[in-house]
């Protein structure tokens, strides 16, 4: 896309997927951590095309031009970025309101996290309306594909379709959609489907979401359900929802595992947590309560306990990337957690060795890489999650085939990762006897079993997952796929 050029594909997200911050070392451009930068960013520089996002760093409004805009990646132009500037009050009600406090532990039905205020409401529509006449300015009169990501933008399809009936417009929800018992806690949930069935397509990463989305569309609507389950009509408007699981670019982590860059820094690694002769686990979260952290800890703490040969033999490297740390509940977990760590340190620990690592921090991929490398064992413990593509990039970067997955069944990466050991988080003891098991099975099967993930994960890569969302969306709205170029 030449400057002045309309953009022939337009991408919402919350998240923006550069970030300028003012640090003490001065401006840096950041990436985010997060699935859904992480997964879409390579696409669009492969795509091209405009991203519109929320643009929160604390330097972002130094580096966009009259029209709030800039060209990233930074380093090599290939879109453009439209920032949008939300005021406090939007980022409370929007933000940490209904989206983070509301549909998101809806959706992962914690019932118990649900916090309602009217005013969340009204916000999150406003802000939706914001960012859905931003696309409209952009798409200006000509055609476009508009591509939603997420929870944020429910009710932006609703707003976009009414102005512009002719453009096609998808949505990519990448957390679960949950069964219709539960979507009917929400108070809003007529809204929310109305709007939501604007879309021509919604794409969830399983069929078991999909089923569920249409579900709630029949039940609470009573929308009409196509003979083969996955389209749905209400209102004259026809709704594809269709199952397009989130893919990584497993050759970027392949090639950056194999780098000089990685081998230095495992040696590096190796010495500062004293990792020589040792067995070493990872997990690599954000600080989310669904990720079943805590979970994680308590099956390490019964581990430790019932197989004490593996003192000083295992260390257990968390990493931990700080999360919507403005909301008490994600607060009251980093507590917990920290707190827990400390505990099994105590408890285990010896003057030679120290059972967790805890890295409370964000770590940019050539930081996390090596981490993945050279881990034995990878232990996901999600309570629910949309997918988790912490499990494909450590089976990515396992170059040297001797890790093993141990993977919670309540992560949509479980239905791909089949030769992955499955966990239950919530059973403890099952998950120490899944870490002893790794730790000892023969190298020939864990040989085994990581390489035929690995095979997986380089044949579904991020440029399926996106062309397999395009082709339909493009087959929706009667498009040839290179309008979307
Ligand atoms: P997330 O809940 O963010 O994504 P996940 O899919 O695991 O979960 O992605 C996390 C991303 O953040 C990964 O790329 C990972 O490398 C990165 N990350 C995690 N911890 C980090 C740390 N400490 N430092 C730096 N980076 C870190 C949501 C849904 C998921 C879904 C994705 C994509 O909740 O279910 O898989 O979107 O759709």
Not at 96 to 103: R, S, T, V
Not at 317 to 328: D, E, F, G, M, N
Not at 465 to 470: K, P, Q, Y
């Amino acid at each position: 896309m030449n400057a002045g050029e309309k953009p022939n594909l337009i991408v919402v997200s919350c998240r923006e997927p550069y970030v300028h911050k003012r640090t003490s070392r001065g401006v840096v451009c950041e990436r985010p951590a997060g699935g859904l930068v992480t997964a879409l960013e390579p696409a669009m520089q492969r795509l091209g095309g405009l991203w519109i996002a929320w643009g929160d760093g604390s330097a972002d409004r130094d580096f966009v031009d009259a029209e709030d805009k800039l060209w990233v990646p930074p380093e090599a132009p290939a879109y453009q970025l439209r920032r949008i500037w939300l005021t406090q009050e939007e980022r409370e009600m929007f933000y940490l309101g209904f989206a983070n406090q509301y549909l998101w532990p809806l959706c992962h039905m914690f019932i118990d996290a649900l916090r309602f205020k009217r005013v969340f409401w009204q916000g999150y529509k406003a802000v939706n309306e914001k960012f859905a006449t931003a696309v409209l300015e952009e798409a200006g009169g000509a055609p476009a594909a508009v591509w939603i990501q997420d929870y944020h933008f429910a009710c932006a399809p609703h707003v976009i379709k009414s102005a512009r009936p002719d453009l096609p417009v998808s949505l990519f929800w990448h957390i679960p959609w949950p069964p219709w018992d539960i979507f009917r806690f929400c108070s809003q949930k007529t809204e929310l489907l109305e709007c939501l069935l604007a879309c021509d397509l919604i794409g969830f990463h399983l069929d078991r979401y999909c089923e569920n989305f249409v579900a709630c569309a029949r039940e609470c609507l009573g929308a009409n359900v196509g003979d083969d389950g996955f389209e749905v009509e209400y209102r004259g408007q026809c709704t594809a929802v269709k199952s397009f699981p989130i893919e990584i670019d497993s050759q970027l982590f392949q090639k950056l595992a194999a780098s000089q860059k990685t081998e230095n820094s495992m040696q590096r690694l190796e010495r500062k947590y004293s990792l020589a002769g040792r067995k070493v686990g990872l997990g690599v979260d954000r600080l989310d309560y669904t990720k079943g952290i805590p979970e994680k800890l308590r099956a390490l703490d019964v581990f430790f306990t019932r197989y004490p040969q593996f003192i000083e033999k295992f260390v257990f490297i968390q990493v931990l990337a700080p999360s919507r740390s403005k909301i008490q509940a994600y607060r009251v977990l980093t507590e917990r957690v920290l707190q827990k760590v400390e505990e099994l340190n105590i408890r285990f620990g010896t003057n030679e060795w120290k059972p967790v690592v805890c890295i409370n921090s964000s770590l940019d991929r050539e930081n996390l890489v090596p981490l993945y490398r050279m881990a034995d064992l990878m232990l996901i413990t999600p309570v629910q999650d949309g997918m988790n593509l912490v499990a494909k990039e450590y089976v990515a970067s396992q170059i040297d085939e001797k890790g093993v997955l141990l993977l919670s069944e309540f992560a949509g990466a479980h239905e791909e990762m089949k030769h992955s050991i499955t966990i239950n988080p919530y059973d403890s003891e099952g998950v120490a006897d899944a870490i002893r098991r790794a730790l000892e099975m023969p190298e020939a099967e864990r040989k085994k079993r990581i390489r035929a993930s690995r095979d997986f994960v380089s044949k579904h890569d991020a440029n399926t997952w996106l062309d397999s969302v395009m082709g339909e969306l493009a087959s929706l709205a009667d498009l040839s796929k290179h309008a979307f170029r």
